[in-house]
């Protein structure tokens, strides 16, 4: 049964065999072929994986786990925009849900689409104070992959909804905002930054 066998390399093969033929038996079964969809990308085969999450979406095709599987396993077959396409199925399905929006954002910044990484932020929905980690991950990321002109946007949202408290971080989201509006050669704001971070950090 492939829901009792580990999934261990030395597994894999023994674990989608069991998975076909249950699913030949029970081709309703999701969970089922979610555990095969898995093994098989773990094997390797990831056209075989693709398969079954497709499968499964004809089934359920609002399924957001599955939506999320196919979406990642796209991205790493090289198939950006079929990965953005299920992203903008779950947006659908959940216009204020913002992982999916997200993941969008971050498809689009590692694999050099500016145009669409952009119009990918501006459709996020405010977060507020909640959403300050997702702020955050965006701006190191988009800021250590050099998008700077978009990447002050969720540090600025960082740095107005932050815990005075939070001096380190706070220390660390002005450095990078320093740096960005330096590069963008808003000398004012550079220095104000700049000015903020050392006076958090105690310089003067």
Request: aromatic share 4%; glycine share 8%.
């Amino acid at each position: 049964n492939i829901m009792n066998l580990s999934l261990h390399d030395d597994k894999l093969g023994e674990a989608i065999d069991a998975g076909k033929k249950l699913l030949n038996l029970s081709p309703e079964r999701q969970e089922v072929r979610m555990r095969l969809a898995y093994a098989l990308a773990k094997k390797g085969d990831k056209a075989g994986a693709e398969q079954e999450y497709r499968n499964m979406l004809q089934i359920e095709p609002g399924d957001f786990g599955t939506l999320n599987n196919l979406a990642v396993l796209l991205e790493q077959e090289g198939k950006i925009d079929q990965a953005a396409a299920m992203y903008e199925r779950m947006i659908e399905l959940r216009p204020k849900e913002p992982a999916p929006q997200i993941n969008r954002i971050l498809l689009m910044a590692s694999n050099g689409r500016p145009e669409e990484l952009t119009k990918a932020y501006h459709s996020l929905p405010e977060l507020g104070v909640e959403g300050v980690p997702s702020y955050l991950l965006l701006g190191r990321i988009l800021f250590d992959k050099g998008y700077c002109d978009i990447a002050v946007e969720p540090l600025n949202q960082v740095a107005k909804l932050s815990d005075p408290s939070e001096k380190h971080l706070l220390v660390e989201v002005h450095g990078k905002l320093a740096e960005c509006y330096s590069k963008k050669g808003n000398r004012e704001l550079a220095s104000e930054h700049s000015t903020t971070a050392r006076k958090l950090a105690g310089g003067n």
